[in-house]
């Protein structure tokens, strides 16, 4: 047996009797008991750690701090104890690999050993051991999560049933969801609510099934949940890809009997845990040792080939865990060191078997939290997805709902919780109309409260450099005095600043509107007064501004230096609240003067010479002009640097990107001619390099440097006709390159950024009739949805590259104004604005963006742009 690569023995006997020492680091343990939870309360409260996004089986996500070289079982701890889940041995964390594979976590092994960017990958509670029968599972709260789980499964495609049967799952669902019958509340829930993939097909007969529940509670649903999907073949089942001796494509896995093995999607043969002497793994082979009795002395092994050897191994621990879990009376224990060498794996399942978790829980429950379940009624609020309505939540009660997508993940953007379709309705189609018809019309209107969202927006990100990362980097003393001081010296009085002009705005538009002190009497009907006043107060303020060049050098200085503030800085991006590069945020107010002198020319441009509001905007124009033009220069320098800095953190293979004198000049995808034909590559073009790069296999953004072609003495010219692709050209210099050109310019970043926008809009999808009210802001090529413009960081967010905008055709069947269509294939959302103005302004930014290739192109999946945050 020396050539076996990892073997189990299966155990015959029912092991020692029940009383054993517990598996150190189960949360549900009482205090003292568990030493590793005691490792998890200091790991939190020292602080020094790296934040895990985990999504709970509601879909909703929370952040957890760990040790960067904690186990598992630290991670797998904290999770059950802040969701209060005392069965917590049937559940475990997944993530996806570098094959995006979906693999356990394992609770003995350092997290950073299995995943490589702990930080930037989501790992999601999933139930892991599926019992036979849901009675024996105890406690409500855990069959509520079950439950959970055959939702998703239902809609992930791996719980097959007929349609039949997915309609009466669907309607027990419906019941646990909203409470008894009502066609309003039902058509409604089901319009919001994906639950089934052929959902439309058998919307009636859901109708139909969730009528005869009358009086059901939510755990009878949950219940009846489970007991019809327990009976179904597809229950429970997670299938491994594997072939058999002739070739023939089969599909492993594995349940509480025993292995079982697939053709399709149906059953053919089940191995018995009492059949199976021993299972074990020989690179590529699964290997299944029968008992003589069962095959006969010939035919005792049963081979099957996997995709890989990790993939063999992969399953083969999950058959170990599975075994262990439901047959043994406790834990096995861990096997003593050899002496000289070792042979085969030693992976033990850690956790308690079921036995175990039974008495525990027979013995313990009393002592939880006790658990109350809410009902959901969709009369709740219009802008969140139910899941971030209802209660309690899988992991936490106190979880905020935010779907923005990990790096690498490939969800299509109609699964964002904001971007789905979510409870809008006729009353608020009535108010929207109501408030076109009682408020102003006059395009300077519209022109004076774009600066009032704006300045919203803006005020929202001084807050995440004065407000978040200020607490960031005090709770964790990782700034040094000097630093701090330059740092917060500058930007505070800014920020103070901003926050009484904002008033003013807000004030002011108010009486414009004649929302408010309507008894008041004035010429309100203006904005050019308030503007001047604080246009020239901002004056005081240029000092500040030029020293923002000298902040952002040393801020990186010292994150380099520091390796405390480094880790900080780099978390800190990782937050929901900060949505763009955290230096991003340092350029915004030298940025926000070019868009104050681009709004005030679109008033004065509007005005004629003789309007009242005209001299005032005017003189208002003429001074941020002047303090745009002293800060120009200091803007291309800093734009650069952050360009810089960001590439240099996005970039794996080249140092010192940030060298004095480089500028960043393009960047885009181009195809190279390679020993394998044209492939795609990333190109990123400074004033004296060109490099090339392609994205990397982590489940990250980063680019693997894999050329750097100094630009003096490069010879480039037109090469179409040589090659016969279109837009060719052969590079000269250490090697031949053929390239098709899709590039973006400093200038389009530059374009960009003068081109953000934000305000309310009505969206509503193709096949939808209501309209939902969404905050939208618009920056760095990307849509960010907010629930309202309060809101500390986005729910969602949507790349535009690759995106069309258009108006609605007649086909759309769209009868509204100020309607456009943004589309990428077969995802299409409608969005409506207030007035024929922000229609406009909004198609102008959104064009700018969605007309641009490149390098987010090499980000968006083969389907489609997803929702996704910059990281």
């Known amino acids: 047996m020396g050539e076996i690569e990892g073997s189990y023995r299966v155990l015959q006997t029912p092991g020692t009797r029940l009383g054993a020492q517990f598996n150190a680091g189960i949360s549900t343990l009482e205090p003292g008991q568990s030493l590793s939870g005691n490792m998890v309360n200091r790991s939190i409260s020292q602080g020094r750690g790296i934040q895990i996004r985990v999504q709970g089986l509601d879909d909703s996500q929370e952040f957890f701090d760990v040790e960067p070289k904690a186990l598992g079982q630290i991670l797998l701890s904290e999770v059950f104890h802040r969701g209060n889940l005392i069965e917590s041995d049937y559940f475990g964390l997944e993530f996806q690999n570098m094959q995006m594979n979906w693999v356990w976590l394992e609770p003995t092994k350092p997290i950073s050993k299995q995943v490589r960017r702990p930080a930037n990958t989501l790992f999601r509670l999933s139930v892991k051991f599926f019992p036979p029968d849901p009675g024996q599972l105890q406690e409500e709260y855990t069959r509520y999560l079950f439950s959970l789980q055959m939702k998703r499964d239902l809609m992930e495609g791996r719980l097959i049933c007929t349609e039949n049967t997915g309609a009466l799952l669907a309607s027990h669902l419906v019941q646990s969801e909203i409470g008894d019958y009502d066609d309003a509340a039902d058509r409604e829930y089901l319009r919001i609510n994906k639950l089934l993939p052929y959902q439309e097909k058998v919307q009636e007969r859901i109708m139909e099934l969730h009528r005869r529940h009358l009086g059901q509670t939510p755990a009878e649903s949950d219940f ?9 073949e597809m229950y429970g089942v997670r299938f491994h ?13 594995v349940a509480h009997m025993g292995l079982q093995v697939f053709q399709g999607h149906t059953k053919i043969n089940t191995f018995n845990w009492s059949k199976i002497r021993k299972l074990s793994f020989k690179r590529k082979r699964f290997l299944t040792k029968l008992h003589p009795e069962v095959h006969g002395p010939h035919q005792d092994t049963l081979e099957f080939l996997m995709g890989s050897r ?28 050899a002496v000289l060498f070792t042979r085969g794996s030693s992976f033990r399942y850690s956790g308690r078997t079921q036995k175990q978790l039974v008495e525990y829980v027979r013995e313990n429950g009393a002592k939880r939290t006790p658990y109350q379940r809410y009902v959901y009624s969709v009369v709740d609020s219009p802008q969140l997805s139910p899941v971030a309505s209802k209660g309690p939540l899988c992991l936490s009660p106190s979880f905020q709902m935010s779907n923005l997508s990990l790096p690498g993940q490939t969800p299509s953007p109609l699964q964002s919780p904001i971007l789905s379709e979510v409870g809008s309705n006729a009353r608020l189609e009535e108010e929207e109309e109501g408030r076109r018809k009682r408020y102003p019309t006059d395009k300077a209107y519209f022109i004076a409260k774009e600066i009032l969202t704006t300045e919203r927006t803006y005020l929202k990100d001084l807050e995440v450099i004065t407000v978040w990362f200020r607490s960031a980097v005090i709770k964790e003393n990782a700034m040094p005095e000097g630093l701090m001081t330059l740092l917060f010296s500058n930007i505070d009085p800014i920020y103070e600043f901003h926050r009484g002009f904002l008033k003013e705005l807000d004030q002011r538009l108010a009486l414009w509107e004649g929302r408010s002190n309507a008894h008041v009497k004035g010429d309100y009907q203006r904005i050019g007064d308030v503007m001047l006043k604080n246009m020239c107060a901002l004056k005081e303020f240029t000092s500040y501004l030029q020293k923002h060049d000298e902040v952002l050098t040393e801020l990186e200085k010292a994150s380099k230096r520091l390796k405390k503030l480094e880790t900080v800085y780099k978390e800190f991006e990782l937050q929901k609240v900060c949505y763009l590069p955290l230096n991003t945020f340092l350029l915004k107010p030298i940025q926000r003067l070019m868009h104050y002198k681009l709004i005030l020319e679109r008033l004065c441009k509007h005005y004629s010479p003789a309007h009242r509001d005209y001299d005032d905007c005017k003189e208002a124009l003429k001074e941020v002009a002047e303090i745009a033009t002293q800060l120009q220069s200091s803007l291309i320098r800093l734009e650069n640097f952050q360009k810089l800095t960001e590439l240099q953190r996005d970039l794996i293979g080249i140092e010192n990107l940030t060298a004095p004198g480089r500028e960043f000049i393009r960047e885009g995808c181009l195809y190279k001619l390679t020993k394998k034909g044209l492939q795609q590559r990333m190109f990123f073009l400074f004033s004296d390099m060109l490099l090339y790069t392609s994205k990397g296999v982590t489940a990250t953004n980063q680019f693997k440097v894999h050329g750097q072609l100094p630009l003096h003495g490069m010879i480039v010219e037109e090469s179409e006709n040589e090659w016969s692709v279109p837009h060719c050209f052969t590079i000269y210099s250490a090697q031949r390159t053929i390239v098709k050109l899709e590039y973006v310019s400093m200038s389009d970043h530059s374009l960009a950024v003068e081109n953000q926008l934000s305000g309310y809009l009505l969206r509503k999808f193709k096949n ?11 920056t760095n090529f990307c849509l960010f949805f907010y629930k309202t413009h309060q809101d500390d960081f986005p729910l969602a967010s949507l790349p535009l590259l690759g995106y069309t905008v258009s108006t609605p055709e007649e086909s759309d069947g769209i009868h509204k104004e100020y309607v456009f269509k943004l589309q990428f294939k077969s995802h299409v959302y409608f969005f409506r604005a207030e007035s024929e103005y922000t229609f406009e302004r909004w198609m102008e930014v959104i064009k700018s963006a969605a007309s641009t290739t490149g390098r987010m192109s ?11 945050n910059r990281n």
């Open 241 to 253: 890809p594997a072939a058999d001796r002739e070739g023939t494509k089969i599909n492993l896995s």
């Open 768 to 778: 939808s009739n209501g309209w939902q009210k969404l905050w939208v802001v618009f």
């Open 224 to 232: 009846q949940i489970l007991e019809i999907a327990r009976k179904l």
């Open 858 to 868: 090499l980000l968006i999946p083969k389907g489609g742009p997803m929702e996704m």
């Open 310 to 337: 990790d993939e063999c191994k992969v399953f083969w621990k999950i058959c170990v865990e599975y075994h262990s879990f439901f047959r043994l009376f406790d834990h096995p224990q861990p096997k003593s060191k």
